[in-house]
C-alpha cells in the first residue's frame, strides 16, 4: 500500500507562482513513476505531467508546457510540481498518483490515468483573475 499526501495548493492571483509537494510512503518510491493530475469541477480529471522513475523524461500536457515543471526528490520520497505564471483555467484540484508498476513494465511514465495504482486526496489551487 502506497500513501500518498498532496500540499502546498492555495489562493493565487493570476500570473502567480505555487509549488505543490507529495510526499510518498513506501520503500521504492524510487521505483514509482508520478503523475500530476487535476480536476476543475464538473470536469473530468485530466492530466498534467508526469516523471520517470529516474527523474528523467518529463512529460506535460500542451496546456502547462513552458509553465509548470514538475521533479522529484527520492531521497525524500516526494514529487513536486512548481507551477507559474496561473492562470484562471488552472484552477482545481490537483492529484498526484503513483506507477508502481512502472519500473517492472519498462515504462518511463503515462498520461493515462488508467496506469497509475495510488492516488492522493487531492489539493485546491484557485487562481484569481
Known amino acids: 500500500q502506497v500513501q500518498l499526501v498532496e500540499s502546498g495548493g492555495g489562493l493565487v492571483q493570476a500570473g502567480g507562482s505555487l509549488r505543490l509537494s507529495c510526499a510518498a510512503s513506501g520503500r521504492t518510491f524510487r521505483r514509482y513513476a508520478m503523475g500530476w493530475f487535476r480536476q476543475a469541477p464538473e470536469k473530468e480529471r485530466d492530466f498534467v505531467a508526469a516523471i520517470s522513475w529516474s527523474g528523467g523524461s518529463p512529460y506535460y500536457a500542451d496546456s502547462v508546457k513552458g509553465r509548470f515543471s514538475i521533479s522529484r526528490d527520492n531521497a525524500k520520497n516526494t514529487v513536486y510540481l512548481q507551477m507559474n505564471s496561473l492562470k484562471p483555467e488552472d484552477t482545481a484540484v490537483y492529484y498526484c498518483?503513483?506507477?508502481?508498476?512502472?519500473?517492472?513494465?519498462?515504462?518511463?511514465?503515462?498520461?493515462?490515468?488508467?496506469?497509475?495504482?495510488?492516488w492522493g486526496q487531492g489539493t485546491q489551487v484557485t487562481v484569481s483573475s
Open positions: 498518483a503513483a506507477d508502481v508498476r512502472a519500473y517492472s513494465s519498462g515504462r518511463y511514465y503515462s498520461a493515462t490515468h488508467d496506469e497509475y495504482d495510488y
